[in-house]
T-cell receptor, first 115, second 108 residues
Framework: DAGVIQSPRHEVTEMGQEVTLRCKPISGHDYLFWYRQTMMRGLELLIYFNNNVPIDDSGMPEDRFSAKMPNASFSTLKIQPSEPRDSAVYFC?????????????FGPGTRLTVL | GQNIDQPTEMTATEGAIVQINCTYQTSGFNGLFWYQQHAGEAPTFLSYNVLDGLEEKGRFSSFLSRSKGYSYLLLKELQMKDSASYLCAAWTGNMLTFGGGTRLMVKP
């Protein structure tokens, strides 16, 4: 398996623009997680899905952020409009069953810079 | 709320042993994960503890005390490639809550 795939790997955009980050989880995994990592705040969980259904989005910072999972092999995280403080590395991770003892596999991340 | 603490930075010498501590205060605790993250890369799984005690995996070992809310990661025979950040994460419900990470620098 190719592992968790994220695109793009790098994104530079201007304030106010819409940004869409994409993730393909490992085939067969039923949990998908979106994280954001910054030097100041570390690794933060934004939202997670189980069987394509959003379970907990309490980590989503504002209404400018939205996430979807239309099928088991694809998810998007959208920021509209983007702001400079959204600059961070965004990781997608997937796991099987999501219960204790099942590790999360992380994608390579998308480094977002908002100017 | 969830609170996970670990030292920000540590330095150790190649060939030595280093212990990275993690304390946590969480509700609905199920277990404790350790992840390794090299600069510019994604976190990768190292270990998982659900029961009290020591889990050994090669040069790396992880310990958990649920009653004390305490875990540590032990790295033996340090190598230069072990220079990385080590993230402690508490498993609660179906979520991982990460600590801020400990950046380990291994010197010759």
């Amino acid at each position: 398996d190719a592992g968790v795939i994220q695109s793009p790997r790098h994104e530079v955009t201007e304030m106010g623009q819409e940004v869409t980050l994409r993730c393909k989880p490992i085939s067969g995994h039923d949990y998908l997680f979106w994280y954001r990592q910054t030097m100041m705040r570390g690794l933060e969980l934004l939202i997670y899905f189980n069987n394509n259904v959003p379970i907990d989005d309490s980590g989503m910072p504002e209404d400018r952020f939205s996430a979807k999972m239309p099928n088991a092999s694809f998810s998007t995280l959208k920021i509209q409009p983007s702001e400079p403080r959204d600059s961070a590395v965004y990781f997608c991770a997937s796991s099987f069953t999501g219960t204790g003892g099942n590790e999360q596999f992380f994608g390579p991340g998308t480094r977002l810079t908002v100017l | 709320g969830q609170n996970i603490d670990q030292p920000t930075e540590m330095t150790a010498t190649e060939g030595a042993i280093v212990q990275i501590n993690c304390t946590y205060q969480t509700s609905g605790f199920n277990g404790l994960f350790w992840y390794q993250q090299h600069a510019g890369e994604a976190p990768t799984f190292l270990s998982y503890n659900v029961l009290d005690g020591l889990e050994e995996k090669g040069r790396f070992s992880s310990f958990l005390s649920r009653s004390k809310g305490y875990s540590y990661l032990l790295l033996k025979e340090l190598q230069m490639k072990d220079s990385a950040s080590y993230l402690c994460a508490a498993w609660t419900g179906n979520m991982l809550t990460f600590g801020g990470g400990t950046r380990l620098m291994v010197k010759p």
